[in-house]
């Protein structure tokens, strides 16, 4: 069995990123959300997903925008989607990586997973949407 290598650089983001959105694809629970909101051209969203990964994981510049303002309006998300979602990107990670930034990437999916559960809660609560 041949050892799992670590995420490196950009190159393994996008294996990862196109990994990752391929299960989701096929996810009875997650593909109708994205569909809806990626009826056709995924790849603009797999171009973000990149440089948001890389900056997450490496620091490089190149990542605009706000991933929480996308997700605030959407109301038919549960705590089970975040669940799943997680689950997607952990396996998709433990199947093709190992190391010091895959563990780090599943921490901060993990973070980023609990943040927006607890936020879109609020906004179910309050009735309000703020985005700083």
Known sequence: MEAKKDIAGINDIK?????????????????????EHIPVDWQPHLDKMYLFWNAALFGEKGYVGNPFSKHAKMDTITPLHFERWLLLFN?????????T???DAKWRASIMADNFMRRLASIKEKGTVTIV
Do not use: R
């Open 15 to 35: 294996f990862l990123v196109d990994n990752f959105y391929s299960k989701v694809k096929k996810d009875n629970l997650l593909s109708p959300v994205f569909f």
């Open 91 to 99: 396996e998709t990670i433990d199947t093709h990586f190992s190391g």
């Open 101 to 103: 930034m895959a563990d």
